[in-house]
């Protein structure tokens, strides 16, 4: 298989799911990623016991898909950065390092000594990458900030999404909804600036914030507001298609309670064959829907009769009447049944993993392959498990590595 990143050594001094996630992506495409944990403490996710209200694991003492997800593939180290001696092991991996990666708001990177500046000064030709909340210039730029904050609700999405006259706000889909875009975009923009050193030689600065991810989710929007010059007006989606579309928008319901979500975007082109495929041909020839332009001025009497035809009829019949059609259309699916799809298992987008006790798990894959291969994933390492091999690999003699674990300098 191919794997682009063979070769390329990543350090991250980073925690949670934001910046942790890109380094997850590098190693699936065969970086060597040094995830540099805390030595007391490790990534502060790694005392998550609850998300969105979940436990984030099961039976299992050493498997938690919270710290599975933004870290498999990746060698731990545990480091005191207050120390001398953490210091002088993070510089030397910084020295043999092509990217360093942290998510630490800008006066803990100067504390630490991990700024751009420190970091340039060990290894100029080093690609310097910066995940933050809000960006870093402005005002704000030295404030953190998760997903449910600045990329959530401070990017449009959750005003979008919540209904007018709502008397609550709605929340993220699921857990670190914007941390894992977020951290594919900062894989995107690592893989940028290695090609642009190879090129020009000359090493990059990453900035992707959570706040800009959030604004580019929701472009469509933010950019048709920008254009009006001012909020765009609050509409209230119809229950059943769209105001001008009755095979897009909103969900209809079988007779069995399954929802199906039609994206269907040209209504003229699809509603004869929809009324084909349910058995009522005489709809495309109703003088109410004769021609797209009637179709679309008419869309919520054409919407009524697909809440009438899909009511009448269960899920299997549905896939049944649609199985040669041309349309667009999917089930709305939990998340189980999403991890179980089909399509999902036959594409390669979840592979079994091997945990810390030999059990075979299952992960969602990153979704980019390479010449049509599935990524192997492998698991994410125990707090601090490569301290030790990341030392010798250095060149610390055992001597010196009990010295550093006396001094409290590593884990």
């Not at 997850?24 to 016991?49: C, F, M, N, P, Y």
């Amino acid at each position: 298989m191919h794997r682009p990143m063979e070769g390329v050594r990543v350090v991250e001094v980073a925690q949670f799911t934001f910046v942790p996630a890109s380094g997850a992506v590098l190693a699936d495409w065969g970086a060597d990623v040094i995830k540099v944990e805390h030595a007391v403490s490790g990534d502060s996710q790694r005392g998550l016991v609850s998300i969105l209200g979940l436990d984030v694991g099961q039976d299992s003492k050493t498997f938690f898909p919270i710290m599975e997800g933004p870290n498999r593939g990746k060698r731990s180290i545990g480091l005191d950065l207050e120390t001398p001696g953490g210091r002088e092991v993070l510089a030397d991996l910084i020295r043999g390092a092509d990217v360093f990666v942290t998510n630490y708001r800008e006066p803990t990177r100067k504390r630490l000594k991990i700024d751009v500046a420190d970091v340039r000064e060990l290894n100029p030709k080093v690609i310097y990458v910066r995940g933050t909340g809000m960006g870093p210039r402005g005002e704000e730029g030295a404030m953190g900030g998760y997903d449910q904050t600045a990329f959530w609700a401070r990017g449009g999405s959750a005003a979008s999404v919540t209904p007018p006259g709502s008397d609550r706000l709605l929340g993220m889909p699921t857990g670190a909804y914007g941390d894992n875009t977020g951290g594919m975009t900062i894989a995107g923009g690592i893989a940028a600036a290695l090609y642009a050193r190879n090129v020009t030689g000359e090493p990059a600065i990453v900035d992707v914030s959570l706040l800009g991810v959030g604004v580019w989710t929701t472009q469509y929007a933010v950019n048709a507001a920008l254009l009006a010059g001012g909020p765009l007006p609050v509409v209230t989606p119809p229950k059943h298609g769209s105001p001008r579309n009755p095979l897009s928008g909103g969900a209809y319901q079988t007779k069995d309670g399954r929802w199906i979500q039609m994206g269907m975007l040209q209504p003229g082109v699809y509603w004869p064959e929809f009324c084909q495929m349910m058995g009522r041909p005489e709809l495309a020839a109703d003088e109410r829907f004769n021609t797209p332009a009637k179709i679309m001025d008419n869309a919520p009497a054409a919407s009524e009769l697909i809440v009438e035809i899909l009511g009448s009829i269960t899920y299997a019949e549905w896939v049944e009447r649609m199985k040669t059609a041309n349309g667009q259309w999917a089930l709305v699916q939990n998340t189980y049944e999403a991890g179980m799809d089909p399509m999902v298992r036959a594409n390669g987008y979840i592979a079994e993993v091997t945990d810390f006790d030999g059990v075979t798990r299952e992960l969602v894959t990153n979704p980019v392959q390479f010449d049509e291969t599935p990524a192997t994933l492998r698991r994410a390492p125990q707090f601090a498990e490569h301290t030790d091999e990341i030392l010798r690999e250095l060149g610390r003699t055992d001597e010196e590595l009990i010295e550093l674990k006396i001094a409290g300098a590593v884990t």
